[in-house]
C-alpha cells in the first residue's frame, strides 16, 4: 500500500486531521517532474490557537504520567514507523525528490531510532539528592510546557522526529511546523502517534511559511523554539524568542571542512567526500563541502573521485531504487545552486566535472567539483545547499586546522588519516559541534549533534537533548530550626 500525497486536510490538530479553507493555498510539488501532487492550505489563527489550547491541555495530563507509560507510546510509534517504514520512504520520496534508495534507509528509520531511544529514556529522567550536612536538597527535572518545532526541507520526517521524541519524553507538548516545501510527512508523524496512545493534542502539526511561524514562536503558550534551518532564520528567530525569554535549540547551516592527509586511504576518502557532498543532492546541512587534500594526495584523490563520479552516478527517477542522485526540493533551490556555480567558473574556480542542469522535466542538478578553489571565493565561503563539491590543497597540518577553522559556521567538520594521534589532535582543534574521524555524516541517535558558532546552539540526540527540553525545579529540605540575626 502507498500513501495518497493528499493528505486528508492540510493539518493535525488534537489528534484529528483539520482543514480551514480560509489558509492560503499550499501547492506540493514533486521534484522530480515539476508537477502538483497535493494542495494544502497555511494555517490560520484559528487553527494556531487551536493548536496551542490543544497541547496545553494534553501537556498537564502528559506531565503526570510515570515516564514509562510516556516511553512505551514514543516505543510502539517507533515500531508502528519500521513496519510502515517503504511507505512513509515513498511519500518523503514524493515531498522532498531524494532517492527512494535513500529514504529507505535514512529518514523513516532515524525518526524510529528517535523515538525508540527516547522512549527508552523517559522512565531514567530524574533530578538528584543533594546532601547537604543536617539539611539535604533535591532537583525535580521538568518539562517545559508547548515547545515549537519548525523544519527544513531536506529531512522532514527526520527532523520532526529528532525534535518531538525527546520533547515528548521529557513531558512536554509539541505545536510542530513543517517546512512549506515539504508538508507532508509531519503529518504521517502526527498520525503515527495518535495510534500510538498518544493523547490528542500531544504532537500537532500546523502548515504554513514564515508568517506562521513567526505566529508560533511568538505565541505567549510557547516554552520554548527548536529551528533547524538557515543561520539566517535562525538569528531572527532566535531574537524573537528571546522577547519571551524562550529556551532555544538552533540547528542551523554550515561550510564544514573535510581535511584528508596524505596517508588517508585513499578509496575511504572519496566515499566520505561523495556522502559529505552528493548525498541527498547536497542538500545536508552538515555537508563537508570544502574538501582540504594534502599536496601528496592531491593527484590521486581526484583521480578516483572523478572515475567514480563517471561510472558510479545514476540520475533518474527517485522512486527507482537504483537512483543514486535525484533532483533538488525546488526550481529555487535549483536555480540558487546553479547561480553559485556560474559565479564560481568566472570567480576562477575550475569545474572538473559535472555542474550542468541535466536535461530532464525536474530540478536535477549533475554533481559537480570544483578545483583550484581558494579560501575567499564565494563557493569556499557560501553554503550552496546543492550537490558541489570545491576541493583545496594544503601543506601541513598547522595550515589545515587554521584554514579549516575560518569560516563563521561551526557545524561539523571531519578527518582523514591513518595517524590517529594526528586525528584526535586536529578534532581537538576544531571549531566545530560535530566530528568524524576517518568517516563522514553518520549521525547516530546515540550521539551528540550540534553547531557551535553561527551553526547554531544546543544539541539534539543523545542524553544531551534532555537537558534542552527540560528544565530543573531546586528544593531546599531543612531539617532543624530556622536560624535569623533577630
Ligand atoms: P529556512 O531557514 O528557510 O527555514 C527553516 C524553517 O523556518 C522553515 O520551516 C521555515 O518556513 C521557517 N521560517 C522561515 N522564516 C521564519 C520566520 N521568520 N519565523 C519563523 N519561522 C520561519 O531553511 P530551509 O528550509 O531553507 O532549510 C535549509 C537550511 O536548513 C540550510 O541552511 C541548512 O543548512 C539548514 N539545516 C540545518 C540542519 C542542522 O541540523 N543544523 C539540518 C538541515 C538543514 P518555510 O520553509 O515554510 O518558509
Known sequence: ????????????????YLEDAGGEALPVIYPATGEEIARLHMATPEV?????????A??????????????????RAA???RARNRELSELETRD?????????????????DALEYFGGLAATLTGEHIPLGADWAYTIREPLGVCVGLGAWNYPTQIAAWKAAPALACGNAMVFKPSETTPLCALKLAEILTEAGAPAGLFNVVQ??????????TDPRAAKVSLTGSAR????????????MKHVTMELGGKSPLVIFDDADVENAVSAAINGNFYSSGQICSNGTRVFVQKGIEA????????RMSSGIVMGDPLDEATNIGPLVSERQMGQVLGFIDRAKKGGARLVIGGARADRPGWFVEPAVFTDVTDGMEIAREEVFGPVMSVLTFEDEAEAVTRANATEYGLAAGVFTADLARAHRVVSAFRAGTCWINTYNLTPVEMPFGGVKASGLGRENARAAIEHYSQLKSVYVAMGGVDAPF
Open 79 to 81: 515500531d508502528l514507523i
Open 58 to 75: 494534553a501537556q498537564r495530563d502528559w506531565a503526570r504520567l510515570p515516564g514509562v507509560e510516556r516511553g512505551r507510546v514514543l516505543r
Open 208 to 217: 504554513g511559511a514564515g508568517a506562521v511561524g513567526e505566529a508560533l514562536v
Open 1 to 16: 500500500m502507498s500513501y495518497d500525497p493528499q493528505p486528508a486536510a492540510s493539518h493535525h490538530v488534537s489528534g484529528e
Open 300 to 307: 590521486a584523490f581526484l583521480a578516483r573521485l572523478t572515475a
Open 233 to 244: 532564520t535562525g538569528k531572527h528567530v532566535y531574537a524573537l524568542a528571546a522577547r519571551g
Open 96 to 112: 522532498t525528490g531524494k532517492p527512494l534508495q535513500e529514504t529507505l534507509v535514512a529518514d523513516a528509520t532515524s525518526a524510529a
Open 48 to 56: 494556531i490557537d487551536r493548536a496551542f489550547t490543544a497541547a496545553e
